[in-house]
């Protein structure tokens, strides 16, 4: 049975990060990583932006095996002993660990429908089937209408395909951004040229290669390819399985990345944490998590007195326009927008009871820092007090 000081499962930027966190601290303590996925670690945003603009697969990998870490790919891990400190894997090989991370990620929302057409766009080999399929064909499907789908819709443009949103929202990015701004969205789209189907949905996919959508109000769309970016489910089984606690849909831990099983941390999109400045649980699925919580994860496993308290921020690119946001995006809070140029530049306050607790930043960067500070104020703040508050 191989014993590591240090075993990490999960194959993402989070897993390479906690590596990281570790060898700051400790550099020679071993080190086993188990990842389902048959790649090393990778930039994941890469697959929906940089890709598709010029940069190459070449860029996308972190090199985690540099790090003096054993890497086992396509290789999953089924069972936890946090008592025995020992795990089993799905070759039934057991491995002993010193300190447990749990950074499993998540797995896409499937459909009920068209197995084997539909993309579910979540990894590199995904990446490489869709960009395959680019180059036989023109018009494409995105299922989703909120970041993944909005990124890769643009993407495909970009790259002189043609592409089909559709969802059933009203507007793209509907449940995050305040009604004129998601409107705004739709029709830059539709100038961009995408067809943008919003309040539709679709009701069964057939024809294999050459896929056919039956639309509840459109009838039949046919295509040379569907992706569909419709969430993820966090993965929790083996978290349940081993009695952790779980916290409203991911692992909860405390301060230090802590499980509620001596030895067993959880780090990135499945992790479930208090944040100081919103008095509230979260569990975030974006980059800036996955690479601050890994580090932070990692570091505390190997010993250093760690409090995670940090507010992630993320962020997009979409033809021309691009943002940040950080805290909470909801439409339904109290909308504050100080455009400079509306639509084009600008930022937007969301509000509750007088407080900022969220900022999305438009086509403006850098803000990010400001914009935690402001969340973490008491307040209570009026629309004139926001006004050049954060872009001057």
Known sequence: ?????????GGGMTADAAVRG????????????????PDPPYKRPLLSKGLWLGKSVDQAWLKTESLGVELHLAKGIVTIDPKGKRVRDDRGEEHAYGALLLATGGTPHRLPFGEQS?????????????????????RFAVIGGGFIGSEIAAALAINGKEAVMVFPDSEICARVFPQDLSRFLSRYFREKGVEVLSGERVEGISGGSKPVLSLKGKGELPVDGVIAGIGIQPNLDLARAAGLEIREGGIAVDEQLRTSAP??????????FHNPALE??????????????GEAAGRSMAGEAIRYRHLPYFYSDLFELGYEAVGELDPQLEIVADWTEPYKKGVVYYLRAGRVRGVLAWNIFGLMDKARLLIAEPGPFQPADLKNRLAA
């Open 22 to 37: 570790i060898r700051a601290a400790d550099p020679k303590g071993t080190i086993g990583l188990f990842s389902q996925e």
């Open 1 to 9: 049975m191989a014993q590591y000081k240090y075993l990490i499962v």
């Open 263 to 272: 030895g067993v941390y959880s780090a990135g999109d499945v992790a479930g």
């Open 118 to 138: 539909v993309i579910y766009y979540r990894t590199m080999r995904d990446y490489q089937r869709l960009r395959n399929a680019t180059e036989r064909g023109r």
């Open 280 to 293: 509230k649980f979260l569990r975030v699925e974006h980059e800036d998590n996955a690479l601050r919580m």
